[in-house]
Nanobody, 122 residues
């Protein structure tokens, strides 16, 4: 089992920045690839970014490339999502998830956190 807890969400003006954190605990948590997904009101949950367990490879959804950066600190079992140049359309609940094999689709993730709300005002 892997337990995931997100933090760092909040209200920010357009153009601002936030850094989300996801703390992982449980067995061999550092061997999992970790991803971030988001779900806006009335919409499906979408992939945002993912990182391999080594941190050597990262993947991003097109709309966040160049603005968001995913990173991880395996010593502290934490993955981060640095979000810059935020836009109102980035408003959503952001969840982190763990999978043994990195993927960009939610069906391939085994463990999920509860999520943290990000609201970007115009």
């Amino acid at each position: 089992q892997v337990h995931l807890v997100e933090s760092g969400g909040g209200l920010v003006q357009a153009g601002g920045s936030l850094r989300l954190s996801c703390a992982a605990s449980g067995r061999t948590s550092s061997n999992y690839a970790l991803g971030w997904f988001r779900q806006a009101p009335g919409k499906e949950r979408d992939f945002v970014a993912a990182i391999t367990w080594s941190g050597n490879s990262t993947y991003y959804e097109d709309s966040v490339k160049g603005r968001f950066t995913i990173s991880r600190d395996n010593a502290n079992n934490t993955v981060y999502l640095q979000m810059n140049s935020l836009k109102p359309e980035d408003t959503a609940v952001y969840c982190c998830a763990a999978t043994f094999f990195i993927a960009t689709t939610q069906e391939n993730y085994d463990y999920w956190g509860q999520g943290t709300q990000v609201t970007v005002s115009s």
